[in-house]
Nanobody, 115 residues
Framework: QVQLVESGGGLVPAGGSLRLSCAAS????????MAWYRQAPGKQREMVAS???????DYDDSVKGRFTISRDNAKNTLSLQMDSLKPEDTAVYYC?????????WGQGTQVTVSS
């Protein structure tokens, strides 16, 4: 079992920055895939960025060049640095771990970008 707790959300003006963090506890493995998803009101949950091990990253086209995902395997933490935020980035952001065929989710943290 893996437990995930996100933090770092908030209200920020367009063009601003936020850094999200996710603390993982339980049985974590280095070969797990960690990711950030988001869900805006009335929309489906979508993957924003993922990371395998420490350097194999993938980003949705809408955030490429603005968001940076990173992980610290020693501390079991996942981060998402979000720069040049846009109002369309407003959503609840979820931390996700895929490990041994099971998916785990955090409770989510709200990010609101004002125009």
């Amino acid at each position: 079992q893996v437990q995930l707790v996100e933090s770092g959300g908030g209200l920020v003006p367009a063009g601003g920055s936020l850094r999200l963090s996710c603390a993982a506890s339980g049985s974590m493995f280095r070969d797990s895939i960690m990711a950030w998803y988001r869900q805006a009101p009335g929309k489906q949950r979508e993957m924003v960025a993922s990371i395998f091990r420490s350097s194999d990253t993938d980003y949705d086209d809408s955030v490429k060049g603005r968001f940076t995902i990173s992980r610290d395997n020693a501390k079991n933490t996942l981060s998402l640095q979000m720069d040049s935020l846009k109002p369309e980035d407003t959503a609840v952001y979820y931390c996700n771990v895929l490990q041994l065929g099971s998916k785990y989710w955090g409770q989510g943290t709200q990010v609101t970008v004002s125009s």
